[in-house]
């Protein structure tokens, strides 16, 4: 190895960037905005739980990217402290990193990144390097020890803080048409790769903080990951298009990935009706019972235990027993016994539609 040398990446500069891609691609792009709007209007005012559970979908897929798998119910077991299952815990992190990211929608910044970036990292092995622009040399390859032959070489640390002030710039532009400026800023993010772990999640969660903030998506996350997910390496393909200075691939990609995620997303929509329209079916009780509260709750997390009814919904042990068992004796629930954490409830059926969902997004095609 001794006298090899490499070279790294020096992207330019984008904020001030006039690019347009091709009337096809720019139409393409435009008619998927255009889409996700009306995804946007239809389901996130008129659908109150679809907003959280998307919100779980499109982090589980994004972190699917990244090869971390994990069911409905480890996820909701997980956002409830249990630590048993690694990847449901990373997941649950990534939900936290896109719940920072929509937050700072209408003022994003190095420092909403950084936000973003410690609320997925924090907690996890690499907790030292959460929320800190990494100060090593980084490759993607395969080999651990040498970017010498590496597929792609990013920036030099000590050019990270010129190029994410760049990318925020442009970020924050409202010339520029939605989804190519996302698309773009993304690419741009992923080929600066800033951190040295969690680039992937955290770019994602900046391209749906971009289309929060020109209100494309203003109520619910739509799943492009999930849409991605159909086709992992023509997404890896576009980044290195990218790289190479053919912006299109990426936008194309972004573009497609929307429609597919508002198909799977209105699957979604349509399992979220019909499962909560069967669970009033099979409730008697008044209208001011306690149950009504917590079947709204399982609707937007279908995993909850006590402390989740008393601090969300500020029942009481007896109003809580009351309604959990009318909800067991309908079959809404399951309860089981967690380790030594307390008794948990679940709602298969809600559970099983996330799953649906997660394995349709995970259909992937071949390269």
Same mark, same amino acid.
């Given at each position: &190895?001794? =006298? ?38 239809? !389901? ?38 249990? *630590? ?36 997925? &990292? ?8 959460? =929320? ?23 920036? /030099? ?12 710039? !442009? ?64 997404? /890896?393909?576009?980044?290195?298009? !990218? *790289?190479?200075g053919d912006p299109e691939p990426i936008i194309t990609v972004t573009a497609e990935a929307s429609f597919l995620a508002i198909e799977n997303g209105a699957r979604l929509a349509e399992d979220v009706v019909a499962i909560t329209e069967r669970w009033a079916s099979r409730i008697s009780a008044r209208a001011d019972s306690a149950v009504w509260q917590v079947l709204d709750l399982l609707a937007r997390q279908p995993v909850v235990n006590s402390e989740t009814l008393e601090t969300k919904l500020g029942l009481d042990y007896r109003r809580q027993k009351r309604a959990l068992d009318a909800l067991e004796e309908a079959g809404v629930i399951v309860g089981v ?5 307390? *008794? ?5 059926? &809600? ?11 995970? *259909?992937?095609?071949?390269?």
């Amino acid at each position: &190895m001794t =006298g090899q040398t490499y070279e790294a990446s020096v992207p330019p500069l984008i904020a001030g960037s006039s690019y347009l891609p091709s009337p096809a691609v720019v139409t393409l792009a435009e008619e998927a905005a255009r889409e996700i709007s009306r995804f946007d209007e239809r !389901y996130g005012e008129h659908l109150r739980p679809f907003g959280a559970l998307l919100l779980r979908s499109e982090s589980t897929a994004s972190s699917q990217i990244e090869n971390l798998t994990a069911s409905a119910r480890s996820l909701g077991e997980a956002e409830l402290g249990v *630590r048993d299952r690694t990847n449901a815990t990373l997941v649950v992190r990534n939900v936290r990193a896109m719940e920072s990211a929509l937050a700072a929608a209408d003022h994003l910044s190095p420092n909403s990144i950084l936000d973003m970036h410690r609320a997925l &990292m924090e907690g996890t092995r690499d907790d030292d390097v959460a =929320g800190r622009w990494r100060q090593e040399q980084v490759w993607i390859g395969t080999s651990t020890v040498s970017p010498i032959g590496a597929e792609f070489v990013p920036p /030099h640390h000590t050019r990270i803080p010129v190029l994410i002030d760049d990318v925020t710039d !442009y970020a924050r532009r409202t010339d520029v048409p939605a989804i190519i400026q996302s698309a773009i800023a993304h690419a741009q993010f992923e080929t600066i790769h800033p951190f040295t772990d969690g680039n992937g999640r955290t770019g994602r969660a900046l391209l749906h903080a971009m289309l929060k903030h020109r209100g494309v998506a203003a109520n619910v996350t739509v799943p492009v990951s999930a849409g991605l997910l159909t086709n992992v390496s023509a997404y /890896h393909h576009a980044l290195t298009a !990218y *790289r190479a200075g053919d912006p299109e691939p990426i936008i194309t990609v972004t573009a497609e990935a929307s429609f597919l995620a508002i198909e799977n997303g209105a699957r979604l929509a349509e399992d979220v009706v019909a499962i909560t329209e069967r669970w009033a079916s099979r409730i008697s009780a008044r209208a001011d019972s306690a149950v009504w509260q917590v079947l709204d709750l399982l609707a937007r997390q279908p995993v909850v235990n006590s402390e989740t009814l008393e601090t969300k919904l500020g029942l009481d042990y007896r109003r809580q027993k009351r309604a959990l068992d009318a909800l067991e004796e309908a079959g809404v629930i399951v309860g089981v016994n967690k380790f030594k954490r307390g *008794r948990f409830w679940r709602a298969p059926e &809600m559970l099983g539609a996330l799953d649906a969902f997660a394995e349709r997004a995970g *259909r992937r095609i071949r390269s």
